[in-house]
């Protein structure tokens, strides 16, 4: 089982470059997340979906932006990166259902900006 | 106030014994779910166990249970008999209610067991 994708697994961009982290899952999950991780803190919410056409922001959502045109893919951009931006990025998705179904994550795309 | 808080940057255990990692959280919401999960050195997020707010029993999976003390908002993982493999970063996850299944996570703990 593929699970959740994520693409690429590193990247090195320089400030003012765009560019869109891949997602895709083939679990027909519904819920479909974007978190980052930086050193010495936990994960943190960038941008989430609840279905296709559906997109909310999370806890830090600035510099980023997202789409979800299938249930299957949900590609984060950065429109213009900066130094700041750079981190570990983790998409993840779970079912839509009650009680304790898990986010399933990808493993995880390594983002430098110089 | 931080939702989830991790107060142990680091732990050390010896190889074959119990360890406890802490969690407390802190919601108003009545129902809500408290997750953890192991991330070794290679950088996955491996899901480990779950509790719901309203389940009566303590969750357990195999080594893993949950030491969940709902009056003190507390939601600790003991690990038993350490292995040399579990060493990893391990996180402290809360889902709320109305978070459209969205996780806050700690700061997480640094396991090192030791042979």
């Known amino acids: 089982n593929a699970g959740v994708t994520q693409t690429p697994k590193f990247q090195v961009l320089k400030t003012g470059q765009s560019m869109t982290l891949q997602c895709a899952q083939d679990?027909?999950?519904?819920?479909m997340s974007w978190y980052r991780q930086d050193p010495g803190m936990g994960l943190r919410l960038i941008h989430y979906s609840v279905g296709a056409g559906i997109t909310d922001q999370g806890e830090v959502p600035n510099g980023y932006n997202v789409s979800r045109s299938t249930t299957e893919d949900f590609p984060l951009r950065l429109l213009s990166a900066a130094p700041s931006q750079t981190s570990v990025y983790f998409c993840?998705?779970?079912?839509?259902?009650?009680?304790?179904?898990?986010?399933?994550f990808g493993d995880g795309t390594r983002l430098s900006i110089l | 106030a931080q939702k989830i808080t991790q107060t142990q940057p680091g732990m050390f255990v010896q190889e074959k014994e119990a360890v406890t990692l802490d969690c407390t959280y802190d919601t108003s919401d009545p129902s809500y779910g408290l997750f953890w999960y192991k991330q070794p050195s290679s950088g996955e997020m491996i899901f480990l166990i779950y509790q719901g707010s309203y389940d009566q029993q303590n969750a357990t999976e195999g080594r893993y249970s949950l030491n969940f003390q709902k009056a003190r908002k507390s939601a600790n993982l003991v690990i038993s008999a350490s292995q040399l493999g579990d060493s990893a970063m391990y996180f402290c996850a809360m889902r709320e209610s109305g978070s459209a299944r969205q996780l806050t996570f700690g700061s997480g703990t640094q396991l090192t067991v030791l042979p």
């Open positions: 679990m027909n999950h519904e819920y």
């Open positions: 993840a998705s779970s079912y839509g259902g009650q009680g304790g179904s898990p986010q399933h």
